[in-house]
C-alpha cells in the first residue's frame, strides 16, 4: 500500500494529461471563427480509440531543470487508457475500467482500484468525459473556460470539488480541430506539467 501511495503524485498526473490528450481524429482545413465549447465536445466525441506519442517536462520546485520523458498514449472507448513511457527508462499505467496497474522501472505492478480512493474516480470521470464530449458531466466537477477558434482554441478546468482542488490548480489544454496538442497541469503545490502531442495515428 505504501508503494502504491509513493506512485500516487505521477499516475495522478497522468491521468489528468490523459483527460485530454487523446481526443484524436476530425481535422479540417476550413476553420470556422464562431466554433465553440459543444462544438468541440461534438468532435471529440467522434473518436472511439486512437494512439498518438507524447513529449513530457515536468517542472519541481527542488529540480533546477524540468524531469523529461517520451512515449505513447492510447485510448480504446469507452474505459481503457494507457501511457506506455519508452525514455529515459520503460514505465507504464494502464487504466481499465475500475482497475489501475503502475508498472514502474523493474518493480513489480502495483493495481488500485478506483473504488478504493473516491477522489480518484471523480477524476477518472472527468477523463471518460472528455474523451466522450459529455461536457455535462465535466461541468460536475470543474469550472469551464473556453475561447479561440476551431484552427487554434484553449479550454481550462479548474476544480471544483475539495479534494480535486487540494492537488490540481488548473489544466491548460491547446489544440486545433479535434487533435490536442499541448496540456499545461498546474499542480496546487506549484509544480507543473506540460505534455506535447503529437505525430497522432489512427488506432488499427
Excluded at 476553420?31 to 462544438?39: H, V
Excluded at 478506483?114 to 474523451?131: G, N
Excluded at 470539488?161 to 486545433?176: E, S, Y
Aim: hydrophobic share 40%.
Amino acid at each position: 500500500m505504501n508503494s502504491v501511495k509513493k506512485a500516487w503524485p505521477s499516475w495522478f498526473r497522468w491521468l489528468r494529461l490523459c483527460a485530454a490528450s487523446l481526443g484524436l481524429a476530425l481535422s479540417s482545413h476550413s476553420y470556422a471563427t464562431d466554433w465553440t465549447l459543444p462544438d468541440l465536445m461534438h468532435s471529440l466525441a467522434q473518436k472511439k480509440q486512437g494512439k498518438a506519442h507524447f513529449f513530457e517536462k515536468k517542472y519541481i520546485g527542488i529540480l533546477d531543470k524540468p524531469l523529461e520523458s517520451s512515449g505513447e498514449l492510447s485510448f480504446e472507448a469507452p474505459n481503457r487508457l494507457e501511457k506506455r513511457t519508452l525514455k529515459p527508462r520503460p514505465e507504464s499505467m494502464l487504466l481499465d475500467g475500475d482497475k489501475l496497474t503502475v508498472t514502474l522501472y523493474e518493480k513489480q505492478p502495483l493495481y488500485l482500484r478506483l473504488q478504493d480512493r473516491p477522489e480518484v474516480a471523480a477524476l477518472v470521470e472527468s477523463i471518460r468525459a472528455t474523451l466522450s464530449g459529455d461536457q455535462a458531466t465535466l461541468e460536475k466537477n470543474y469550472t469551464l473556460e473556453f475561447s479561440g477558434t476551431q484552427g487554434k482554441w484553449q479550454l481550462t478546468l479548474t476544480p471544483a470539488p475539495k479534494a480535486l482542488a487540494k492537488v490540481v490548480r488548473q489544466i491548460h489544454i491547446g489544440g486545433a480541430d479535434a487533435n490536442i496538442k499541448t496540456i499545461a497541469f498546474d499542480q496546487a503545490d506549484g509544480d507543473r506539467v506540460e505534455m506535447t502531442i503529437s505525430t497522432a495515428v489512427a488506432a488499427p
